[in-house]
């Protein structure tokens, strides 16, 4: 590891500060479960380093009725695996993080570092976009709201600006909905080699009638993808196995994964199939059990 | 250099640190404390697990810097010198240690498991040990003294 300056922040007024001194020659740590690991490898080598995790008023989950789930950026991936109101509320959201890397890591990593890293093989990323949720992001002057799916730009890449620090999820209450992050790994603590999150929401009126519907592809892209074509085909209609078929098939024809050591992009976009195919299965039993 | 205060197994400890150095390094190093081994370093293996007031960790992954006035809990500091922990004797009694490298990591899983639920089922012993690496491939023992703690 090179060496670097290390700085710990109290508020997230006095980091912004330093991100604005120090811009692109500073890196924000949370709980560094991706950072440090980088900075080990010397593939990130940062000047300076503003240590967040003592922030105490970034670590909150908080759920109201109407405007949905609050989380700070600094809440741990354990915390939102083991939330009573998430488990009840946003239920694919803590059985994803049963998926999320070991216990060890869920215990310091936090959600805000997870989306900021924006590893294109989050697990966190996928579930949230299906959820719609959209993110906040203080400046050292203003603040304001991003959605999740214009938030991830390329590979590792976010539109948070140099002096920007992601301070909150938010996501929206789903109503009559269900959903699932359906996971394909070589182990159980690995990374994704393919996953899938979809939501789907019945209308009330009608419940035969699929209202609304999110489909996310995860790393088979540069950002988490929206299988858009697939859930047009959903949308206001009565969802059967051969809807189903048709939606997967273009799901994996618009991933765009490439070939590693993980599998051919062939293979990759066969699991793509099955995913998004057994996601839809799954998130309409479960829209329907509401 | 920075100045790290922090208590490791109940003692203060006081030490001018690089800001580059792992919580595991500090340990293993600085300390002399060998029972944190790092393995891969990556946060994969698990051999550097610790608790980091009360919760299981990834020493590895960690900068020591960021454990400042929290507590810290080592395997050397399960139980009192010449005494073993619950979990270290099962670990004996089941013959879950076959090298050792994993093993101070996969009884700091383990204890981390226990203190939360003192009577998990295999399923969740499995689960919490997920991110502790075998490379003997001992798990089935391991899990069974796991288990037999629970029971107790």
Same mark, same amino acid.
């Given at each position: 590891?090179?060496?670097?300056?290390?700085?710990?922040?109290?508020?997230?007024?006095?980091?912004?500060?330093?991100?604005?001194?120090?811009?692109?020659?500073?890196?924000?740590?949370?709980?560094?479960?991706?950072?440090?690991?980088?900075?080990?490898?010397?593939?990130?080598?940062?000047?300076?380093?503003?240590?967040?995790?003592?922030?105490?008023?970034?670590?909150?989950?908080?759920?109201?009725?109407?405007?949905?789930?609050?989380?700070?950026?600094?809440?741990?991936?354990?915390?939102?695996?083991?939330?009573?109101?998430?488990?009840?509320?946003?239920?694919?959201?803590?059985?994803?993080?049963?998926?999320?890397?070991?216990?060890?890591?869920?215990?310091?990593?936090?959600?805000?570092?997870?989306?900021?890293?924006?590893?294109?093989?989050?697990?966190?990323?996928?579930?949230?976009?299906?959820?719609?949720?959209?993110?906040?992001?203080?400046?050292?002057?203003?603040?304001?709201?991003?959605?999740?799916?214009?938030?991830?730009?390329?590979?590792?890449?976010?539109?948070?600006?140099?002096?920007?620090?992601?301070?909150?999820?938010?996501?929206?209450?789903?109503?009559?909905?269900?959903?699932?992050?359906?996971?394909?790994?070589?182990?159980?603590?690995?990374?994704?080699?393919?996953?899938?999150?979809?939501?789907?929401?019945?209308?009330?009126?009608?419940?035969?009638?699929?209202?609304?519907?999110?489909?996310?592809?995860?790393?088979?892209?540069?950002?988490?993808?929206?299988?858009?074509?697939?859930?047009?085909?959903?949308?206001?209609?009565?969802?059967?196995?051969?809807?189903?078929?048709?939606?997967?098939?273009?799901?994996?024809?618009?991933?765009?994964?490439?070939?590693?050591?993980?599998?051919?992009?062939?293979?990759?976009?066969?699991?793509?199939?099955?995913?998004?195919?057994?996601?839809?299965?799954?998130?309409?039993?479960?829209?329907?059990?509401? | 250099?920075?100045?790290?205060?922090? $208590? %490791?197994? @109940?003692?203060?400890? /006081?030490?001018?640190? =690089? #800001?580059?150095?792992?919580?595991?390094?500090?340990?293993?190093?600085?300390?002399?404390?060998?029972?944190?081994?790092?393995?891969?370093?990556?946060?994969?293996?698990?051999?550097?697990?610790?608790?980091?007031?009360?919760?299981?960790?990834?020493?590895?992954?960690?900068?020591?810097?960021?454990?400042?006035?929290?507590?810290?809990? $080592? %395997?050397? @500091?399960?139980?009192? /010198?010449?005494?073993? =922990? #619950?979990?270290?004797?099962?670990?004996?009694?089941?013959?879950?240690?076959?090298?050792?490298?994993?093993?101070?990591?996969?009884?700091?899983?383990?204890?981390?498991?226990?203190?939360?639920?003192?009577?998990?089922?295999?399923?969740?012993?499995?689960?919490?040990?997920?991110?502790?690496?075998?490379?003997?491939?001992?798990?089935?023992? %391991?899990?069974?003294?796991?288990?037999?703690?629970?029971?107790?």
């Amino acid at each position: 590891m090179n060496t670097f300056e290390y700085m710990p922040a109290k508020t997230v007024k006095e980091a912004c500060d330093l991100l604005s001194k120090y811009g692109e020659e500073a890196k924000i740590l949370g709980g560094g479960q991706s950072l440090v690991n980088l900075m080990k490898q010397d593939f990130v080598s940062p000047s300076y380093i503003i240590d967040i995790k003592e922030i105490s008023d970034l670590d909150y989950i908080r759920y109201d009725e109407k405007d949905g789930l609050r989380i700070g950026a600094l809440t741990t991936h354990r915390s939102l695996e083991t939330s009573t109101v998430v488990q009840d509320k946003f239920f694919m959201l803590a059985e994803m993080e049963h998926t999320l890397a070991s216990v060890a890591v869920r215990n310091w990593g936090t959600l805000g570092g997870n989306l900021a890293h924006a590893d294109p093989a989050s697990d966190l990323a996928p579930t949230l976009m299906a959820l719609g949720a959209e993110v906040e992001v203080t400046g050292s002057k203003a603040k304001r709201v991003i959605s999740l799916d214009d938030f991830f730009i390329g590979y590792f890449e976010t539109a948070l600006q140099p002096d920007e620090l992601l301070t909150e999820i938010h996501v929206p209450n789903s109503g009559q909905g269900g959903g699932i992050y359906s996971k394909f790994a070589q182990r159980a603590t690995d990374l994704a080699v393919v996953s899938v999150a979809t939501h789907l929401i019945f209308d009330p009126n009608n419940s035969d009638l699929c209202k609304d519907v999110r489909i996310v592809m995860g790393s088979v892209g540069p950002t988490p993808l929206r299988a858009k074509r697939g859930e047009d085909l959903l949308k206001g209609q009565t969802i059967d196995a051969t809807l189903i078929e048709e939606a997967a098939r273009l799901s994996a024809e618009d991933a765009q994964p490439t070939t590693d050591i993980n599998g051919s992009e062939e293979y990759k976009r066969e699991i793509v199939h099955v995913l998004v195919r057994r996601s839809i299965k799954e998130a309409k039993a479960r829209a329907s059990a509401q | 250099m920075h100045t790290l205060s922090l $208590t %490791i197994n @109940g003692e203060k400890v /006081e030490s001018l640190i =690089d #800001p580059g150095t792992t919580l595991q390094k500090f340990l293993h190093g600085t300390l002399g404390m060998t029972g944190t081994k790092e393995g891969c370093g990556a946060g994969l293996c698990g051999c550097c697990t610790v608790m980091v007031d009360g919760k299981a960790v990834k020493s590895c992954l960690i900068l020591a810097l960021q454990v400042r006035g929290k507590s810290v809990q $080592t %395997i050397e @500091g399960l139980a009192p /010198e010449e005494t073993l =922990d #619950p979990v270290q004797e099962a670990f004996i009694e089941n013959g879950a240690i076959q090298c050792g490298f994993c093993s101070a990591g996969m009884i700091m899983s383990s204890k981390a498991l226990l203190e939360e639920n003192p009577n998990p089922s295999e399923r969740d012993v499995r689960h919490a040990l997920s991110g502790n690496l075998c490379r003997c491939t001992g798990y089935h023992k %391991i899990v069974k003294a796991v288990l037999s703690v629970g029971e107790k």
